[in-house]
């Protein structure tokens, strides 16, 4: 075999589980907004006709956790009560402060717990992300768009997406396989479906990256027919969709979920940090694929690892790559927040479609557009 297959999964912004993530991530947002120096970790579940909010939390901030709930919950579409789950199902609150022995050390600047991170780039799509995954979250986009816009006037709350794309000598060369699942009104068939996300989604959406799809190689709702999604379906938790919010299985995967934690939490901000640099090595012109990783140690500032692997790509020496990534990030918990700006409201969007490949967060940013070799 001279090829080889590669298959990432994305989620719509009104999967359970992403209700859940951007619940905790608005909560977040809503501390960040009055308290830059709020301390998050708050977990959410949605059920059928039920919210339960979970975590600690420490600010001087006055905010209504369950009118932020309410607010993406009915933004999410969720507001009917045939869906069985609304914006005014009941919302069960168990809130409390962080542990002051955490506190001591990340009051110091270290890490607020031990675990690795790792971030991943590879110059096979414009946005520098792995092409299976960044398909899946446009056409997850699409989905939602097509439902908000009504151009797909029928279509519910919910979805998936799921791309196989083929590789020959470690490039994309075509799509093999789209599934797409979205709950609709029952009056809409199966075959209007697939016609209609044929033409308004997969189509246009794959055509932009440069590829196309034949229709007997996509399958919509598998079972051929879905009616109710949503978490009276599918219960949802924060923190369960960390492949979908990463690299789509490319890289490895490290740490923990990022959702409902604060930049203190080096889960998200050194996820992103790595990001940051393997993007900025990649972008610079150093190597066509890129995975850093960095190790943290609970209350201590800076890694206690880090380790840049560029796969057979590179284009300078190993010394001189890894020289760039220190000067182009201080990987010390305190110099990823700062240098990122982590500690403001931006985190409820990060929550849908994928928390990287996307211009608008600083973690994106690059800081040299030169070729480096």
């Known amino acids: 075999m001279n090829y080889s297959l590669f298959t990432s999964e994305s989620v719509c912004a009104g999967h359970p589980d992403k209700v859940a993530d ?9 501390v960040y907004e009055r308290d830059p120096m709020g301390r998050v970790a708050l977990e959410t579940l949605v059920t059928r006709d039920q919210i ?40 069960f609150a168990r809130i409390s402060r962080q542990s002051p022995d955490i506190a001591q050390g990340v009051d110091d600047g270290g890490a607020g717990d031990q675990g690795m991170m790792f971030g991943y780039a590879t110059n096979e799509t414009p946005e520098l992300m792995p ?10 986009h699409g989905i939602d768009s097509a439902r908000q816009q009504r151009t797909i006037p029928y279509l519910r709350p919910d979805g998936k997406s799921q791309v196989t ?46 590829f196309g799809v034949e229709a007997r190689d996509v399958i919509v709702n598998g079972t051929g027919r879905w009616i109710i999604g949503g978490p009276a379906s599918d219960t949802g938790l924060t923190g369960r969709k960390i492949v979908v919010d990463g ?28 990001r940051f640099v393997a993007k900025n090595v990649v972008g610079a012109g150093f190597a066509d694929r890129c995975e850093v990783q960095l190790a ?6 800076r890694p206690v690892g880090t380790a840049i692997e560029t796969f057979g790509t590179a284009r300078a020496d190993q010394k001189r790559i890894e020289q760039f990534a220190y000067d182009v990030l201080d990987t010390s918990v305190r ?36 070729v480096a070799a």
């Open 247 to 274: 690299y789509g299985g490319m890289a490895r995967v490290g740490g923990g979920a990022f959702s409902g934690k604060d930049a203190t939490k080096v889960d998200r901000s050194a996820a992103y940090g790595a």
């Open 131 to 140: 092409l299976p995954i960044t398909l899946a979250h446009a056409l997850c």
């Open 22 to 30: 951007q619940v905790s991530d608005a909560a977040l947002d809503a």
């Open 296 to 301: 943290y140690a609970i209350g201590v500032a």
């Open 165 to 210: 794309v083929r590789y020959e000598g470690g490039r994309p060369v075509a799509v093999e396989k789209v599934v797409m699942a979205v709950p609709h009104h029952p009056d809409a068939t199966n075959e209007q479906l697939k016609a209609d996300l044929m033409a308004l989604v997969a189509e246009p959406i794959l055509a932009r990256y440069g």
């Open 335 to 370: 110099g990823i927040v700062n240098t990122l700006n982590l500690r403001r409201p931006v985190y409820e969007r990060t929550a849908a479609y994928g928390h990287f490949g996307r211009d608008e967060f600083s973690w994106e940013k690059l800081v040299s557009a030169s």
């Open 52 to 91: 339960v909010l979970a975590g600690e939390i420490t600010t001087t901030a006055d905010v209504d956790f369950e009118s932020v709930a309410r607010r993406v919950i009915r933004r999410l579409g969720y507001t009917e009560a045939e869906f069985g789950f609304t914006d005014r199902s009941p919302i």
